[in-house]
């Protein structure tokens, strides 16, 4: 079962969608979680790299488990999901910092499609606060950002959480470049007009 996380882990790396050990993953297996350790490079996964913790149950500190283990607990307790990806894709925190709407609505249609929208929640890591806003806003999405950190995501297999993970961080690159083209065009076109003006 730990190979199959791993596996996941080195494509998150490989594609920049995190990094070292900026993220965490885990799959539910009836009541207890199987979650990456703390500190745990996302592509050098080994079977030593995992804690297994209770879905209901705080963390004691010696189990060594990720710090945001209490958020994979609280989406658990209230989305009937077997995985979850947390990682700290670079766009979808640019986005988040630059944003202000609550809910980023992707332009490209199939991360339009797919997602439908992108709730932006806020939340120090590892906090009770933290875990309450990120599974509050994915009762009705399957991914969400938190401002400034990164990416939660979920699906009924490491597969499906990793795509919402990927679309995120497509429609967050796309959003990202499209409005920067837009920004020069409308700065590049004022500035021809005065120019037009200062040359009458
Ligand atoms: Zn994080």
């Known amino acids: 079962m730990w190979q199959e996380i791993s596996k996941i882990g080195k494509k998150l790396v490989l594609q ?14 009836g009541k207890k979680i199987l979650i990456t350790a703390h500190n745990s490079l996302l ?31 609280r989406i658990y307790q209230n989305i009937p999901t077997s995985a979850i990806i947390h990682t700290h894709s670079p766009f979808a925190i640019i986005q ?7 809910v980023l609505i992707p332009q490209d249609c199939e991360s339009k499609y797919f997602l439908r929208g992108i709730p932006i929640v ?20 399957h ?5 400034g950190h990164g990416t939660f995501a979920y699906g009924k297999n490491l597969q499906q959480a990793y795509l919402v993970v990927c679309s995120i961080e497509q429609a967050c690159k796309i959003k990202y470049f499209t409005d920067l083209y837009g920004y020069f065009r409308k700065n590049c076109n004022r500035k021809k007009e ?3 003006r200062t040359e009458k």
């Open 96 to 102: 988040s910092m630059i944003s202000k709407e609550s």
């Open 16 to 29: 920049g969608l995190a990094s070292a050990h900026f993220g965490n993953i885990s799959i539910r297996k």
């Open 122 to 141: 806020t939340g120090e890591p590892g906090t009770s606060e933290l875990a309450d806003n990120v599974a509050k806003a994915l009762k009705n999405y």
């Open 43 to 73: 592509d050098e996964l080994d079977k030593n790299a995992f804690v297994e913790v209770d879905l209901d149950k705080p963390v004691p500190k010696v189990k060594k488990a990720s710090a945001e283990t209490i958020v994979h607990q």
């Open 194 to 196: 005065k120019f037009k």
């Open 143 to 147: 991914g969400v950002i938190v401002k």
